[in-house]
């Protein structure tokens, strides 16, 4: 879908349901949120809509980097102890390497 | 890396190899034991140790590492885990060590047998007697890198020849590549301990579900001078058995090499022998000797702590109140004193029975050519069965060795534990269907074990002693139980047993130029002693009926027949080849010879840090190979590698350039292309 050809309020409407979106666990539909409408929010000259899907995209990216922070964070703790914690660390695998501690 | 530069870098020599024996990949409570290469198998420049002073090369001044270390003698006795080193292939010596060489540790099964801080700590930790003192323990060490052992064959030749012309220093200077390299694979897919590799088989939610290692298992072997109801389990009202026992397996460094000549087979080819020697001299006795052949005994008592575990849990036709007294025999390759060694359990040898015991024995040896002797009294009993009797009920017992203190077996659970270290000594110029007829020295001496062991079994279960001069162990029965100089055990090649398959037809045994591999296994696959002593057995202590095809594998006798299944076991077997004739005469053997598990209890409860009972898992692999080939010097690979990238770079740049200008590159006159894209 080309933005460019795309209404003002039909804009804003779809900014909203990816903000929305996002919190159903879905970090990445903040991530496209971000990517597909910063130009719209900050590039573009100022239209009515605007002010709003700033807030959308703002907060989107805030969302994004909470969860790239909480994933970074339990990937390292989960890579470093998993053959530590031994029978948890097995049952929170998903898939465990032949022959790997 | 060498997959996608081998048709310039690589040229392969042998891309199989034949006749190798991996050391793989154990595991019990606590450990891992074994070895394994990395994922993609490991590579190395051959380097062929010809000498001690050689191994500086390897270990230090060689330029090229790492290094595939090649063994042609018997230098395997001291290791280090070092970065330089790729694998190690042994190339099977024809001689054994003079001085000895036992891959075990010094105190076999230390921690599961009788003596502990509860029972004789005096005793605990082999404290009085050291029983293995060669043992180096290699065969519980760890190793990050492959090792594998080759017979001296065609591919070692192609070896040492690559050797030779690629990789020899030849006065001090440094040798040129292309060189040859060696890659040997070996991935084992368990690791750490059994807990963990049971747990990983046992995921139930996994996206790739697969086992990861198997219980060391298989079943014992046992039959009963009368025959047992082998349905009703637990306590049998007014029955008395003495136990025969004896161990069944062996192990070495290497999987699929378990010669156990001294260690398992001379144990085993004496008590069947008695076995037979008391066939037909049993019936007024009052008691019952029970022939038990335990399995994994190698391995933390497999066979012995589950017939216990099972006479406990009333899983077994009798049960500990059942047995009277036990008889083990252990290794009994007599040396040139002809002495053996009757140990006993210095806690319970207060217990007047043992003493009983003691002086049957005596009694039965009296006549015959060999000495029964009693070490000193505060000598705790050496690594056997009888020990997992002793843990749960103080039965009289004893045990038969050749050794007084420590073991005089030199390479006990070694390659050289073969036929070699018994002294089978053929002439020369027998033919191997003259030397099958020829008693050595070794089997007239076993014979007279086996007689031994008969007579004290008779008066132990209550014979008379006038009556014990008829048990004899027959020497021909004894010498196609015999071992073959270099082929190990051919005892089938006499008793042509033939095996049974599930269709009802007979298929041969397993091939007869082969040593016995007394390993015991994964308990999924049946292990070759196994089938071996249960039809040997049934052979030479049961008697051939009439009875049909049919109804003698279902378990019958006539068509009415539904009781003798309870107390007998019926085997269609093959009998030797006809006079002037290929044809073979088959009949059914009906015996007492019954099979019980061997499974450790550990994994019955799923107990798999357990202190009291075997934990021994063997890890699964997806293959296990090696081959050998020319490798280019890293300067190459790294051109070759520079050279591919710059081309891709290239053809890229090539690419978008063309791209860039296809409008003009490619406009024709007639129809001008939409470059609009």
Redesign the interface.
């Known amino acids: 879908m080309n933005l460019e050809r795309l209404p003002n309020e039909e804009k804003l409407i779809l900014c909203r349901k990816y903000y929305l979106g996002g919190f159903a666990f879905l970090p990445f539909l903040w991530l496209v949120n971000v990517v597909w409408f910063f130009r719209e929010a900050f590039v573009k000259p100022a239209y009515t809509e605007q002010l709003q899907i700033k807030a959308y995209v703002k907060w989107s990216a805030v969302g994004l980097l909470f969860w790239v922070a909480v994933l970074t964070t339990w990937i390292t703790i989960f890579q470093h102890f998993r053959a530590q914690w031994g029978e948890v660390g097995d049952s929170l695998s998903f898939t465990i390497p032949l022959g790997t501690p | 890396m060498e997959h996608f530069l081998n048709f310039n870098v690589i040229t392969f020599l042998l891309q199989n190899l034949n006749e190798t024996f991996p050391c793989v990949r154990l595991l019990n409570a606590t450990h891992q034991i074994g070895c ?1 290469s990395s ?1 993609g198998g490991d590579v190395g420049v051959v380097h062929l140790l010809e000498s001690e002073e050689n191994l500086d090369w390897v270990l230090s001044s060689g330029p090229n590492p790492p290094y595939m270390v090649i063994l042609e003698s018997t230098l395997f006795t001291r290791y280090s885990q070092c970065s330089r080193v790729a694998g190690v292939v042994v190339v099977e010596p024809t001689t054994n060590p003079p001085d000895g060489f036992s891959p075990h540790t010094s105190c076999p099964n230390e921690n599961m047998g009788v003596y502990s801080e509860s029972y004789g700590p005096s005793y605990a930790h082999c404290n009085v007697t050291v029983w293995n003192p060669l043992g180096n323990g290699l065969s519980y060490e760890e190793f990050d890198f492959p090792i594998f052992s080759m017979k001296d064959s065609n591919d070692t030749e192609v070896i040492r020849r690559c050797y030779r012309e690629h990789n020899r220093a030849v006065n001090g200077s440094t040798p040129q590549y292309p060189l040859c390299a060696m890659q040997l694979f070996s ?6 301990d059994t807990a ?1 590799c049971m ?2 088989s046992e ?1 139930p939610f ?3 579900p ?1 086992f ?1 290692c198997d219980p060391l298992g298989d079943e014992n072997i046992w039959a009963s001078t009368k025959p047992l109801n082998n349905t009703a389990k637990g306590h049998k009202e007014g029955e008395s058995v003495v136990i025969a026992a004896v161990k069944m397996d062996s192990r070495s460094f290497f999987f699929g090499l378990a010669p156990g000549a001294d260690s398992t087979a001379t144990g085993l080819v004496a008590l069947l022998a008695a076995a037979n020697a008391l066939r037909n001299a049993t019936a007024e006795l009052n008691r019952t000797i029970l022939y038990t052949f335990f399995h994994g005994e190698t391995f933390d008592y497999i066979g012995s702590s589950r017939m216990v575990y099972d006479m406990e849990n009333n899983q077994f036709p009798l049960d500990l109140d059942n047995v009277h007294s036990i008889l083990e025999v252990g290794q009994v390759a007599l040396g040139s004193n002809s002495r053996l060694w009757l140990h006993s359990d210095p806690v319970s040898r207060r217990n007047r029975s043992v003493n009983k015991l003691v002086s049957n024995l005596h009694l039965a040896a009296a006549g015959l050519n060999i000495s029964l002797e009693e070490p000193n009294v505060t000598q705790p009993l050496p690594p056997s069965s009888f020990q997992r009797f002793l843990r749960v009920r103080s039965i009289p017992g004893v045990v038969i060795e050749n050794h007084q203190a420590s073991f005089t077996n030199k390479y006990y659970q070694s390659i050289f534990d073969n036929a070699e270290s018994l002294q089978l000594n053929y002439s020369p110029n027998l033919t191997a269907e003259e030397q099958l007829e020829f008693v050595t020295d070794a089997a007239k001496n076993l014979t007279e074990v086996a007689t031994a062991v008969a007579r004290g079994l008779y008066l132990q279960a209550g014979g008379h002693p006038a009556g014990m001069n008829t048990v004899q162990a027959d020497s021909k029965l004894v010498r196609p139980l015999d071992w073959k100089r270099n082929s190990g055990y051919t005892w089938i090649k006499r008793l042509k047993i033939k095996k049974q398959s599930s269709d009802g037809d007979v298929s041969t045994f397993s091939s007869e130029d082969k040593p016995t591999k007394f390993y015991i296994g994964v308990d999924q696959e049946m292990s070759e002693p196994n089938f071996m002593v249960q039809t040997i057995l049934a052979n030479l202590t049961g008697t051939i009926v009439n009875v049909t095809k049919e109804n003698c594998q279902k378990q019958k006798e006539d068509e009415e027949d539904n009781r003798n299944k309870h107390l007998y076991y019926y085997q269609w077997v093959q009998g030797p080849l006809r006079p002037n004739s290929t044809e073979r005469d088959s009949f059914c053997v009906r015996s007492t010879v019954r099979k019980s598990p061997a499974k450790s209890p550990a994994f019955v409860l799923r107990e798999y840090t357990s202190k009291d009972y075997s934990t021994w898992t063997e890890s699964r692999w997806k293959t296990i190979t090696g081959r050998i080939f020319l490798v280019a010097s890293h300067d190459l690979e790294m051109l070759t590698l520079g050279v591919g990238v710059a081309v891709l770079l290239v053809s890229l740049l090539l690419t978008y350039f063309v791209s860039s200008k296809a409008d003009i590159l490619f406009s024709s006159g007639r129809e001008p292309t939409n470059a609009t894209y």
């Open positions: 394994q994922f991935h084992m897919s368990a690791v750490t963990t747990r990983r995921i996994s996206l790739t697969e990861v």
